[in-house]
């Protein structure tokens, strides 16, 4: 098993933000091959890096990146983690993304798909191969059915439906990938705030009185966007994710089967439990 | 004139909360037509009301309502103003109400739209007439074009037409009618937590550096639902509107010419002008 891992080549992951990117790294190293980490200032987080070799990148070093990742000996390339859409002044182009300008600035334009499908041109122009986090760790992929004890009732599986409807509604339009419905009402929906933001707003919606749902209804659903390109940004779930939806009062948290990246499943699991609410995959079948 | 209004009877205003109302009741009062304000508890802001006759009501007391209206000589009923949707333990159903309840309960089943329409219908039962604010005001409905010196760009009109697309696109599902983008981009998305909130929040994103477009770039879309009742529930504006857009860093503020209630018409030009942004209606054909 090592050795037919090992002829894959080392992987180059460049890593924005939250836990993923290392419980990724963790599962692939662990099938025996070897780990390169590409940490962008500003999304990546300092310390955890460390366990691997690494090389610290600026949003915009392009000609950086493929020229340590040759050194490196790496072909496949994963990006992965939360990433802030940056500022154009935040960017700090090297000579060789100077020489791409026209095509990253086009590639800039638009939502975060275009962003991101426009990145992953530019690397396979150059001889790289970008691959998505679940086909380097395909075990990272959130399973069918309730995962944990809790099982959704008739009225979350309302809820489910209901939210699942208005994401493959809301596809076209690359925003967030999460809703939360309560009660067959749509209560928030995500845009580039981010899922954990968008759960602390039901927190404090409860809190003032602005939201009055009772306190265990309510379902966090997400889903991948129609026609995005999965080797980025899968939706993706972790023990935040289920500590958030605990503090916000909700019921539980469905997702896609197959389709949704769900990192620490142990831990996440655990709280799940430990809180009461559900995690729930739901067949492919029902993807937007 | 005053004659011939008078002949329409004293007007009933239900009210929730914000400055609308009792903007409209001047209007309406300045006309020479009795008014009798209804104020919500919980919802309604107290001082205010005193200026006219008024009764409060509870969540829920449509016995009382009906049976002070008709006392009041009023047959013509308005329901203006934000509404919290209540808890159904917070509502306080008189006898009528205990009587009409499975048809409440229908009516409260489903978005807010459908609560607004049911209690139409109940009112409209009893011989009441149910009618929109801008049917008794016609002066509230925000004109087309830029109202102020500011006009949108070239680049806010295509942040605007997106920002229309996307709410026809989630109009079925009977959330918000409010979206903010920026730079073709859809950064925030209205659900129940209402215009102000959404707009503290590209506020408070900005300032985090969440949000990174560039201060001055951005639009407040609003548009009313496809297929609402119109009587209730159209999008409005205001003053604080206009301030909240500001201090989001936005280009502007953008909604359907005739189909949105500008509340304080000269404080909101003013505020907007010296903000420097625009306020523009946009002609009825681009409604969703």
């Known amino acids: 098993m090592t050795s037919a891992v090992s002829q894959l080549g080392p992987l180059a992951m460049i890593c924005g933000g939250g836990s993923l990117p290392l419980a990724v790294a963790d599962k692939v190293a662990s099938s025996g091959r070897r780990v390169v980490l590409f940490p962008l200032r500003g999304a990546a987080e300092g310390t955890a890096v460390e366990h691997y070799p690494h090389h610290w990148l600026h949003v915009g070093q392009i000609g950086k990146f493929m020229r340590l990742a040759r050194a490196e000996g790496c072909r496949d390339v994963v990006l992965i983690g939360a990433m802030i859409r940056p500022s154009i002044w935040q960017i700090r182009p090297d000579f060789k993304a100077l020489t791409l300008f026209p095509r990253v600035m086009a590639a800039f334009r638009g939502g975060d798909n275009h962003l991101l499908s426009g990145m992953g041109r530019l690397l396979e122009q150059d001889g790289f191969r970008l691959?998505?986090?679940?086909?380097?760790?395909?075990?990272?992929?959130?399973p069918e059915n309730a995962i944990g004890r809790v099982q959704p009732s008739e009225q979350d599986r309302a809820d489910i439906a209901l939210g699942l409807d208005y994401l493959k509604a809301a596809g076209p339009f690359d925003i967030g990938q999460a809703v939360v419905v309560a009660g067959r009402h749509i209560v928030a929906v995500e845009a580039i705030e981010g899922t954990d933001e968008m759960l602390a707003r039901i927190a404090d919606m409860r809190a003032s009185g602005r939201m009055r749902a009772r306190s265990g209804t309510g379902v966090l659903v997400k889903a991948p966007k129609p026609n995005q390109d999965r080797r980025f940004d899968l939706p993706s779930i972790g023990p935040v994710t289920a500590e958030r939806a605990a503090s916000a009062g909700l019921a539980g948290i469905a997702f896609i089967a197959g389709a949704t990246?769900?990192?620490?499943?142990?831990?996440?699991?655990?709280?799940?439990?430990?809180?009461?609410?559900f995690v729930v995959g739901v067949p492919a079948g029902s993807d937007p």
Chains 1, 2 share one sequence.
Not at 132 to 141: F, K, W
Not at 261 to 277: Q, S
């Open 131 to 142: 691959l998505g986090a679940h086909e380097v760790s395909p075990e990272i992929l959130a």
């Open 261 to 277: 990246i769900m990192a620490e499943p142990e831990r996440l699991i655990e709280i799940a439990d430990r809180a009461g609410i």
